[in-house]
C-alpha cells in the first residue's frame, strides 16, 4: 500500500465470493448469475468477474454492450447476457462473441431474428416480460399478440425468460406477490429453457420466487439485501482516507465551505483527503462519523471535493495525526448504514466510488 495515496478503496475479493456461495445457498433454483454491471457496481469488473468465474459463476448479467465486450475480452467462455438488450448495427457482434441479449422489445426481437435468418442459425436470448415494474419489457398486449405469432421467434434459441421486481427489498410489500403469481402465470407459455425473477433481495423473499435462474449484484459486493433483519451478507469494501493535517480551532471558529459548523469548545480538527470527488457524500456533511482504529469520530463541517473534516478533540493525545488513515466505510460503517444516513442506497454510494481512489483487491 502506497503511503502516497490519499485514499483508498480495498475490496475483498474473498468476501465477494463468499457472498457469492451464501446467495447460493439460499437459492433453490438452478444458478445464480452475477451481474456485474456499471463497472461491478464501480468495484472494478476487471477484478471482480474473474473472482466470481473462479468461484463457479458461470453467467453474467450486464447492461450494455460495451460492457458485455470488455466482459468477453475477460472471461472468453462465461455466458454474457445483456439487461439493454441489442441495438441496430450491434447484431453481428453480439452474434460473433456469443453474447446473449435480453430482448425488451417487439423491435428487438425483430432485429436479434432478422439477424439470425442472415446468419442461417439459431442465436440464442433471453425475453423480458414487464410484470409491473413498466421499464423494459414486453407488456401483456404485446406478450399475447407474439404467442399468437410464434412464427416471429423462428431463429430465436430462448434461454431464460426473465422479469424484474420492483419493491423485493420491502417483503412486506404486496406488489411482490402480484408480480410473481404474474410472472408463474405467463413464464411458462414459452418456449425457454429457464425462468428468472429474483435480483438480491428476490432470492430472500422466498422459494416461490426462486424459479431457475437469480440474476444477483448488490449482495455480492456487500449491501444487505434483507434491509432491517440481520445481513446474510458480508462487507466487501472498506473506503479510507489519509489524515493531512491536524489544527487546533478556538471556539470563534468555523469550519469549511459555507461555515456550516461553529465549534463549541476549543477543538482539534483533522482534515482527510477524501471527498465527494471520491464517493465520499456530501450528504454526510455535519452528520457522518468515521473511525480512526475503534474510536469514532464525527464528521464536521461540509465534505468537499476532495477533502472532509473530523473532530478529534476527544481522541487520545496523538492518535490523530498526519499520514493515519480514517475509515469512512467498512466493518464499523456498512455500506448500508452509510447510505441509511446520507438518505440514499447502497446501489449509489458503490457506484459512485470515484477514479482516483487507489483501488487495493484483497485474494483470499
Ligand atoms: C441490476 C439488475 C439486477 C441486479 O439487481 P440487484 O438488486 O443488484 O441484485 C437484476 N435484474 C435486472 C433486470 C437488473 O437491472
Partial sequence: MSDSAGAILTVD?????????????????????????????????????????REGCATFFVATAAEAFE??????????HVF???QPGEEADFAAQRIVPVLNSLQQIELWRAHARARGRALAADLHLDTG?????LDRDEQRR?????????GIDLDAILSHLAVAEDPANPMNEDQRAA??????GWPSRRLSLANSSGVFLGEAFHFDLARVGVALYGANPTPGLPS?????????GRILQVRSVDAARSVGYGATHRVSRPSRIATVALGYADGYPLAMSNLGTAFLDSHEIPVVGRVSMDLTTVDVTDLPEGLAAPGRLVDFIGENNTIDAVAGRAKTIPYTI???????????????
Avoid: W
Fill in 133 to 137: 415494474m413498466a421499464r423494459l419489457g
Fill in 183 to 188: 410472472f408463474a402465470d405467463v413464464a411458462p
Fill in 232 to 240: 446474510p451478507i458480508a462487507q466487501v469494501i472498506k473506503l479510507q
Fill in 146 to 154: 407474439l404467442l399468437a405469432h410464434p412464427d416471429e421467434l423462428t
Fill in 350 to 364: 458503490l457506484t459512485g466510488l470515484g477514479r482516483r481512489l487507489q483501488r487495493i483487491y484483497l485474494e483470499d
Fill in 13 to 53: 475479493l474473498g468476501a465477494v465470493r463468499r457472498n457469492y456461495r451464501a446467495v447460493c445457498a439460499a437459492f433453490s433454483g438452478a444458478e445464480v448469475a452475477g451481474v456485474v454491471k456499471a463497472n461491478a457496481y464501480g468495484l472494478g469488473i476487471a477484478a471482480v468477474a474473474p473472482a466470481l468465474a
Fill in 71 to 80: 466482459l468477453r475480452r475477460l472471461l472468453p467462455a462465461v455466458g454474457i
Fill in 84 to 86: 439493454d438488450g441489442v
